[in-house]
Nanobody, 125 residues
Framework: VQLQASGGGLVQPGGSLTLSCSASGRTFNAFNFAWWRQTPGQEREFVASILWRGTEQSYGDSVKGRFTISKVRGNDTAFLQMNNLRLEDTAIYYC???????????????????WGQGTLVTVSS
């Protein structure tokens, strides 16, 4: 059972990147997905989440209006479209998946059963 995050890289401020999270080893189409990010010495920060149906997206305050999470119902891949990137968006981005009540659990790292290895996003001029 694995989640694979990809799509990270180096981008200039104001640029865009799209991250992908693909699942293998089992069927994840009934799982809720999320993206978290972390910088050295900091706690993991909630970025975005989405219900398994591809609805009920949620976003952290720092990325609202700039990032979009998506997932096709019945598909085991989730995406994070990141626009207007800022220096402070530099981090390792992790995808995560979980079943069970979505509600406020979506904002809790302990809710997520499966985590990807992380992909580095560097925003720099």
């Amino acid at each position: 059972v694995q989640l694979q995050a990809s799509g990270g890289g180096l981008v200039q401020p104001g640029g865009s990147l799209t991250l992908s999270c693909s699942a293998s080893g089992r069927t994840f189409n009934a799982f809720n997905f999320a993206w978290w990010r972390q910088t050295p010495g900091q706690e993991r920060e909630f970025v975005a989440s989405i219900l398994w149906r591809g609805t009920e997206q949620s976003y952290g305050d720092s990325v609202k209006g700039r990032f979009t999470i998506s997932k096709v119902r019945g598909n085991d891949t989730a995406f994070l479209q990141m626009n207007n990137l800022r220096l402070e968006d530099t981090a390792i981005y992790y995808c995560a998946a979980a079943r069970g009540p979505y509600g406020t659990n979506r904002y809790w790292t302990g809710y997520y059963e499966h985590w990807g290895q992380g992909t580095l996003v560097t925003v720099s001029s």
